[in-house]
């Protein structure tokens, strides 16, 4: 199978200090680990646990309390993207995870003032992903857009569909900009995995994987995971599938069913 494996260090290898969960990860055969928010860290302590390891940071949150789709923060966004996109020079990431939405420390949406119409939260998204991309392409990182789902963990969040951040990723057409997608996100929120796929792959740039309902390992829900690879092979992508799931019960068991599919 031609797609690289990653393991979000973040929910997988919680039973070990996140400095171990590097080699644990390589130990395990991925190709590559991925992290959430940057802050508090020590970086460069970090980035030599990963070269110690020999497996690449691929990915980190890029934003944080602050929203694309209001336009009046779009100056503290930016100012904050800068930061997110250093640190990840810093990891030797070669991309940061984007939303629309400002989210809190538990991942839920920070609700924008009251009276943003969609059409203004629209033109804000696209508007601050251009400028966005722009930071992006100066810095050599790229920009990789998620759409969430918001029946369980993110409700009210505005970027929900595949389709959405796919057209806004053609028409700003940036190098530097790709979606992100999410396959336990998008089941919750449109299904049709495969047939997403098939339409709009030719638009990502990174895939996270959970079974859901739960967010676990393959197998725990009721995703057919071998049609949704098959389908992300056949699309052409060859990116990083990062495993982004909580284990049912253990690292150990999730890594074994993540295996399988291999």
């Known amino acids: 199978m031609a797609l690289l494996r ?3 260090l973040d929910t997988m290898y919680q039973e070990l200090p996140l400095p171990e969960r590097f080699q644990a990860a ?14 508090g860290r020590d970086l460069p302590a970090l980035r030599a646990a990963a070269d110690r390891a020999g497996i ?15 336009p009046g923060q779009r100056a503290d966004y930016l100012a904050f993207l800068a930061r997110s996109l250093e640190a990840a020079r810093t990891l030797g990431a070669r991309g940061v995870t984007v939303h629309a939405d400002a989210l809190d420390d538990a991942g839920a949406v920070i609700l ?9 939260k629209l033109c804000s998204l696209y508007d601050g992903l251009a400028a966005s991309a722009a930071l992006a392409e100066r810095a050599g990182v790229d920009l990789y857009l998620e759409p969430l789902n ?14 959405t951040a796919a057209e806004l990723v053609r028409l700003i057409g940036s190098p530097r900009l790709r979606v992100l997608y999410d ?71 999730a890594v074994r069913a993540i295996r399988a599919l291999w």
Do not use: K, N
């Open 26 to 39: 390589r130990d395990d055969g991925f190709d590559a680990v991925e992290l959430w928010s940057w802050q």
């Open 112 to 120: 924008p003032p009251a009276g943003l119409s969609p059409t203004v």
């Open 150 to 163: 918001v029946t369980v963990d993110h409700p009210g969040a505005f970027l929900r569909d595949t389709r």
């Open 183 to 253: 396959i336990y996100h998008m089941q919750l929120s449109e299904g049709d995995l495969c047939g997403a796929i098939r339409r709009f792959a030719g638009a990502f740039g990174h895939v996270h994987a959970a079974d859901a309902p739960g967010r676990h390992e393959p197998g725990t829900g009721e995703i057919a995971f071998p049609r949704v690879l098959r389908a992300l092979e056949r699309s052409g992508y060859t990116g990083y599938v990062s495993f982004e799931l909580f284990p049912a019960r253990s690292t150990a068991e």
């Open 6 to 8: 990653s393991a979000h």
């Open 56 to 70: 690449p940071v691929c990915c980190c949150d890029g934003d944080g309390p602050f929203s694309l789709i209001d």
